[in-house]
């Protein structure tokens, strides 16, 4: 997420969904069925909307960075801790994720 834009990813893995396939070979991890697209998508939908509801209400990024991991964390942090590993730690991914979107929708 470093040099994207979250806030419209969204909306580019809903086409994806669209397309007929079984299988995904991503530029990192496993390969992936649709079922996980929807669940990444999901992720990013609702980190890009908990960020936007942080920063409008005069979070820090800090603030927004905790608030938004802890919200976060019940729901995904299995499923990304599985697919990344050691190499991408969730704990860790989420915060620069955080902070890249609250760049662009502060």
Avoid: I
């Amino acid at each position: 997420m470093g040099d994207g834009y979250p806030d419209h990813w969204g909306q580019t893995l809903r086409r994806l969904e669209a397309l007929d396939f079984d299988r995904m070979l991503m530029g990192h991890g496993q390969p992936a069925d649709r079922e996980w697209l929807r669940f990444f998508r999901s992720y990013v939908e609702d980190l890009v909307e908990a960020v936007r509801r942080e920063a409008a209400a005069g979070a820090t990024l800090e603030e927004t960075k905790t608030r938004v991991r802890d919200f976060l964390a019940p729901t995904y942090e299995a499923g990304l801790t599985k697919e990344g590993g050691t190499y991408r730690p969730w704990r860790t991914l989420v915060l620069a994720n955080v902070e890249r979107a609250y760049a662009l929708v502060s």
